[in-house]
Structure formats: C-alpha cells, structure tokens
C-alpha cells in the first residue's frame, strides 16, 4: 500500500529473520499464540488512513443518535438481554477491507463492526517484536490519535479497572486457557493486572458475584465482558446455575448488549461510500438482478460462520427467519500485499475506545488480517504463506 516500503520490506525479509521473530513473540507467553501469525505487517499512508477514520465518525454520528437504542433494541435477542446497560460500549471494531473501486484506486470498505472487545492486550505487545526485528519507519505507527504504549496502557487499564482494584475485575471468558485469543488474556493481564476467569468459576451470594484468587474467595465487581453469546449456548447451558442475563451488582465493560446493537444489524442505517450497500432481508421486495454481487449474512452469527459468498435465488428461499439476514453488496478486495508467490489481501481493524465521561468514541489501536483464500480470517487460510494475524503501520507525518 505504500510501494517503497513494501519493496523495502520485502527485500530484506529472510525465512530466518521470521523465524527468529517468532520464536521471541512467542517467548513471553510459550506455546500461548494459537494463530497463524504473518510474515509483514501492512503499511497505510495519511490519505488511505483518512477515508478510513472518516467512515468510522459518520457511523458514530449514527451511534451517538439519541434514536440509536431505538431502532437497535430489536438487535437484541430477548433471551440474551442483560439488564444493567450502559450509556454506550466502551470498546468498537471497524474492519475494513483494502478494496479496488471502479477507478481502479485502493479504497477502504467496511465489512463489518461490533461492539465488543478485540485483541487490546496483545496488540500493544506484538507490534514492539516487529520493530525488533524488521525495519518500521519511525514516522509509522501501529497507535493512532497521538498515542504512544505508555499511555496507550495507562488509558487501557483505567478504562478496563474504572475505580476498581485488579482484583475486583475479571476478564469473563468460556474456558479461557482454551480459546485461540487466549494470548490476548494474559497479555491484557501483565498491563492491566485482570485475570481470564472461566464463566463456570462464577459463585453468586444473592446479587453479587464471586470467583476464587489464589484460593481466597473474592467478589467481582466489574467484569471485562469476552463472552460470545453463541459459544455459550453451544458450549455451557446452563453454568452451574450463574444465568448472566440475570441482574447482577457488578459493572460491565462493555456491556454485552452492545455486541448486538453495534454489528451487522446496523449496517444497513449506514449511507456512506466506504459502507457497501447493506439491506435486511425481509425489506428486500425484489431481488437484485446481480444477485451474484451480493452475500448473504446472518445477523447472530460470529467470526464469519453462515456466511454465503456465492448465493442463489434458491439460498434466499431457504431463509427461514429474513429478518435475522441481512443482504449486502460485494467489495473487490485488492490483491494489494506482493508476496513471494501469489499477493496477499488486507483487512485492517480500528480499535476505539470510549472512556465514561467522552462524548465519542475514538480510535487507539488496530490490527491487521492477511488472506490469499475467499474470506479474511486464520481459520480461511491454512496451508498458506504471508498470511494471519497482523498490524498496521500508519504514517503520522
């Protein structure tokens, strides 16, 4: 994306200078990082960076609407409402795809977003180990808005904690040591001091909740909220009798609601040209003559899972519930990351924040995904090189 870096990058890249970064990655936490990580990170000039930002505040204009809990509360599946919602989530997701417009310009489009946390711990670790071992600019940034690591950590932890001890709040997880972000945990426990606690640890005395540290039985008073409603259906029903939808004494960061109201079932509120055109089902009198342009999505669903790329007038007669699908148009992804072999596609992740007492939320970190498959995501790439987890470097001056 930025073409002397890259050729820079990728001369002085060696399978050797790989393998020792990841074998020092890898060294804080051993044997922790379950996901395939890539051999470059992305590089985005200001201007590519600034369609990006400016797409996300026209969808904060649309979240930070008084209207927005309105035409969001049916977002929400009635068994999975959980009282005690806050004024707003206190950390958003922008993906982006680096798409080819009809100009044949590289432009951002969003493909997804969600109110809900993402790798804020490890991202503030990975991105130092690049820069031991291959060559960042120094006027590149995988931070944004002015952050550096200190005080990238020093905000994170206080928006994690609020007013309270670590000990106090847990990082609330299904079998956390088991989940491929578990990385993520621990790291987010060195610089913030939160313990991944399993949601089948939970004891409840009336209102209030309890876990066991270091086997002294002590009350959680916020929870950093990681739980996929989802995984917890398939995995745990009931949990030792802890119902989290229940009202409970403790505070949520962010609240689980969130995750449905900030998704895919807001896409379809936003008019903007980084936002493909996004329709719910069940309002689509007739179907595009394009069909093939388009992908079906379902609206409760995570990590890319139901998705149907190449769909057919049949696959939409087989929707049982439309208004739980939403119907949106097709980006081109650029093949944008030259590779030795074949190049790769990009998505980059905005990572914003949005401390009590703010009046919007704004962007700290990111991450970055590498693909040569049909769908972004490690679980899409097996098998290949110059693909995974990644960063993005953003030119700041």
Known sequence: MVPHLRKAFNEAFTPNRYQTFLKDLDSLHPGAIEFRVAETPVFADKPFTQKMLNACESIIDIITDPEFKTITERAIPRDE?????TPHSHMIAFDFGVCINEDNELEPQL???????????????????????????????????GYDQTSYLAMLKKLLLGKHAAENVVLLEINPHEQKTKVDFYCTQDYTGIRPVCIRELMAEGKKLFYMDKGRKTEIKRIYNRVIFDDLKAQCSPVNGIDITKEWDVEWVPHPNWFYRISKFTLPFIHHPYVPKTFFLNEVKQLPHDLDHYVLKPLFSFAGQGVVIDITAADIEKVQDPENWILQRKVKYADVIETPDVPAKAEIRLMYVWPDGDARPHAAINLARLSK????????NKDKEWVGGSVCFFETH
Do not use: C
Not at 128 to 145: G, M, Q, T
């Open 373 to 380: 498959g049909k769908m972004i995501g490690v679980r899409y």
């Open 111 to 145: 493909i997804e977003m969600q109110g809900f946390p993402t790798l804020f711990g490890f991202q503030a670790y990975y991105p130092e180990i690049v820069k031991k071992h291959f060559d960042i600019p120094a006027n590149y940034s995988h931070y944004l808005n």
């Open 81 to 85: 409402y959980v009282p005690g919602e």
